[in-house]
């Protein structure tokens, strides 16, 4: 064998090798790693749709529905003896880093039950305010609809808005307030479909 | 023998101190030191790679031929980083939440990197494996540090949100040293990372030079 030879079966041994270490934890985390999912997936379920407007399983009560862009959607129903009482899905928006995926909880009349982060790549400090843990400032939404403010109102104060912007970050709210109008349009534009019972 | 891991704690910590004497790492040095919680929380993900992969890398390095080292290097450390990532998602997943954002950043830190081509290369294990992790810890007391002076000029604060990262018991360490809106954001923005990694440099010299050592320069292993 040539010397040339014998690097590359010297780096793909080690490649194989840890590859296979690889492979093996992820199948040993896996079911942790969506079992964790899952109980994130219910805890921000449980922070948009308050437990007293339903005596159904959020997380297995869903359905697919396409939205503007033909983005398929995945919508949780809240029921209460069988009418549909609410419904949360999640929304993007895009912040300063990246996307930022919230979800949404919003009652049959269209009137926000509330809106949690669910993940973002924001400016640890500046940006990471829209968190609940960090700040109150997404509370601020609970209760709001498309029409409270007005529709031209949904926008940070900078842009002419209702809401507030963070010191040395406004992409970040910008994009949030974006999201939510967005998931209030889509509620407007569905909500025969989303009110259905199956 | 034991002068010798006296040297490497000691080279670690302070002598040839991750980031303010080589100056490497410098990317999460400055990006992810808004806070000294994040500073802390990125350098300890970091000790721990660090530790592992240097410990790996001595284990491994008969085998390891000139010419393909640091490929295996990039390797052995990429892994070690998903590793981490993986486990801590399934396992601590509290932790995760606050440090997942940071650990995949590790791979792209030249720390490791130049640990594992200036030392645990050429050495037996055990002295790798604390080359490694302390090593991780003088970059943890850095990013801490910077993280603090950057957070209290910044944001006033000290600490802010420890108990996320360490435990409802560190509430007691999450402290207000100004009042607010005294801060200057300017520091917790990008150019204080410049602003403050450059001065803590400048004092971390200054000390040396007060206690009459010669003052290592940066990139003394030539690593890019």
Known sequence: MSKTHIHGVILGTFCLGFGLVLAITDQLTADDIAARALEDRQNSLSQVIPDGIHDNNLVTDTFMIKDAAAREITVYRARSNGKVTGVAYEIHGTGYAGDIKLMMGIDADGKLLGVRVLAHRETPGLGDKIEVKKGDWILRFTGLSLGNPPPERWKVKKDGGEFDQFAGATITPRGVVGAIRGGLDFFAANKARLMETN | ?224
């Open chain 2, 1 to 224: 023998m034991a002068s010798n891991y006296k040297t490497i704690v000691k080279d670690g910590l302070w002598d040839n101190n991750g980031v303010f004497s080589m100056l490497l790492g410098m990317c999460p040095a400055m990006a992810m030191t808004t806070s000294a919680t994040n500073g802390f929380g990125m350098g300890v993900a970091t000790a721990v790679v660090m530790a592992a992969s240097s410990l790996l890398v001595a284990v491994f390095r008969g085998f390891i031929t000139q010419e393909v080292r640091i490929p295996v290097f990039i390797l052995i450390v990429a892994a070690m980083v998903t590793l981490v990532d993986l486990a801590m998602n399934a396992w601590m997943h509290e932790l995760y939440k606050v440090l997942g954002l940071f650990i995949p950043l590790i791979v792209s830190n030249c720390l490791p990197l130049a640990r594992l081509e200036a030392f645990a290369a050429k050495q037996p294990a055990l002295p790798s494996f604390l080359d490694g992790l302390f090593m991780g810890l003088g970059f943890t007391i850095a990013l801490t540090v910077i993280g603090a002076v950057r957070e209290i000029t910044g944001n006033g604060t000290l600490f802010a949100d420890a108990s996320l990262l360490l435990g409802p018991a560190f509430k007691a360490i999450e402290m207000r040293i100004l009042p607010a809106n005294m801060g200057v954001l300017m520091m917790i923005l990008p150019p204080g990372g410049f602003l403050v990694t450059g001065l803590l440099v400048v004092v971390k010299r200054m000390i040396d030079l007060r206690a009459g050592k010669e003052i290592q320069m940066g990139g003394a292993h030539s690593v890019a």
